[in-house]
């Protein structure tokens, strides 16, 4: 079986996917619509999306699963058929890839398990679920991303590491504080999420969303101070949002994005990709500059 883990240790720099929930809107999906049910329903429009950024340079790409538990699929009626949705995106994505990676996409299950509106078994049960399926459809690895929660990234990555044989990515999300300090919307430091997590068997951390590619330098830098050998993975959104007349834009050109390569390589990361705004082009100058160095 071929690892992600195999090319970091070879001193490979490997390059991720862009945004996939732009794509999906701009490809006509509507608000309040089911982005997994297009795995169903519009599989050829999905595979496009995979493909494009296997075409950029893209060494991995993800599955239009993000949002792939029950518990989030309930909101359409659609809790049923989570295995079917999961399972369907995994095969687009393998089916696009080739013989490049395909990153089974687990997101939060927006419950909070402190205020008691669900227990940590039905949590990870629902990551189990997914999980199986992702694996049953093709995933080289599951990456459970856009965590706020240690608690909650912590029953996702049991959940994969115990019913899956694939390797298991997870990402928190950081924003900067008022104080320069890096937590998540619960409260979580990079350096929280490396004491807790590393130790679960992870085998790729990092983070995701939240910060353009500059922001995330200083995140990779904390990582690396707590842990100098696990590989790091980075999807950076386009620059800082911009709330414009109603829509929210991600104002970093490619080349922008491109322009910190250099320097998130220096400070430790190994795979780069791209979150919330980034496209395909962002993907493909990333990938020029990691050819270069």
């Not at 006509?28 to 075409?55: M, R, T």
């Not at 399926?133 to 706020?148: N, Q, R, S, V």
Request: hydrophobic letters at 40%; glycine letters at 10%.
């Amino acid at each position: 079986m071929k690892k992600i883990t195999d090319r970091v240790k070879k001193g490979k720099i490997l390059v991720s996917d862009g945004a996939w929930g732009t794509f999906l809107h701009a490809k006509g999906l509507k608000p309040g619509q089911c982005p997994e049910l297009w795995n169903i329903e519009h599989p050829d429009e999905v595979f496009d999306i995979a493909k494009s950024y296997i075409d950029a340079g893209a060494d991995m790409v993800e599955t239009n699963s993000f949002g792939g538990s029950s518990f989030k699929l309930v909101h359409y009626g659609l809790s049923d058929r989570a295995l079917e949705l999961n399972q369907a995106a995994a095969a687009i994505s393998r089916k696009a890839a080739g013989d490049k990676f395909v990153l089974g996409s687990v997101g939060p299950t927006g419950k909070i398990l402190m205020m008691g509106e669900v227990t940590p078994e039905e949590i990870y049960e629902s990551f189990k679920e997914q999980v199986i399926a992702l694996e049953k459809g093709g995933a080289d690895a599951i990456i459970i991303e856009t965590m706020t929660d240690l608690d909650e990234a912590r029953l996702a990555v049991r959940a994969a590491k115990e019913n899956t044989s694939i390797e298991v990515i997870c990402t928190m999300t950081f924003e900067k504080t008022l104080m320069g300090e890096y937590r998540s919307m619960m409260g979580v430091s990079p350096t929280e999420m490396m004491q807790e997590l590393v130790p679960e068997g992870v085998d790729i951390i990092g983070a995701n969303c939240g910060n353009g590619i500059e922001g995330m330098i200083e995140i990779v830098k904390e990582i690396r101070a707590c842990n100098t050998e696990i590989p790091v993975l980075v999807h950076a959104n386009a620059g800082m949002p911009v709330y414009h007349e109603g829509t929210t834009l991600f104002p970093e050109s490619p080349e922008q994005t491109a322009s910190f390569v250099r320097a998130i390589i220096d400070a430790g990361v190994n795979i780069i990709g791209g979150c919330c705004g980034t496209t395909p082009e962002h993907i493909r100058q990333i990938a020029g500059v990691v050819r270069e160095l």
